[in-house]
C-alpha cells in the first residue's frame, strides 16, 4: 500500500525499523497485523507479509503507540486510521 500524504511538501523522517513504526493493516476480516514501511520520494510504502489485499491501515494506534514517523522539526505523524479506498 502507498501512502501519499497531503502536505506532500513536508520531509518526513522514520525513526524506527521493521514493524517498530506504528503501522498496521487489516485483511479481509478486519484483524489487525503489523506491518513494515519504507519511506521512498516522500511517500510510505506499507506492507505487511500476513495480509495480500489490505482493508484499512492504522497507525500510532491504541492507548500507547509506537510512533515512527516525524517530520522535518522532529514532531511525530498524527495517528489516524483509513479504509482502503478513503
Not at 491504541?62 to 505523524?77: I, S, T
Request: with cysteine.
Amino acid at each position: 500500500m502507498v501512502l501519499r500524504l497531503k502536505d506532500a511538501l513536508q520531509q518526513l523522517d522514520l525513526k524506527c525499523a521493521g514493524t517498530e513504526c506504528g503501522f498496521e493493516l487489516a485483511d479481509a476480516s478486519g484483524e489487525y497485523f503489523p506491518a513494515i514501511v519504507l519511506l521512498k520520494d516522500k511517500t510510505l510504502h506499507v506492507y505487511s507479509e500476513r495480509v495480500t489485499i489490505p482493508g484499512a491501515i492504522r497507525y500510532a494506534w491504541g492507548e500507547f503507540p509506537l510512533a515512527g514517523v516525524f517530520n522535518a522539526d522532529g514532531f511525530p505523524m498524527e495517528p489516524f486510521r483509513a479504509e482502503v479506498g478513503d
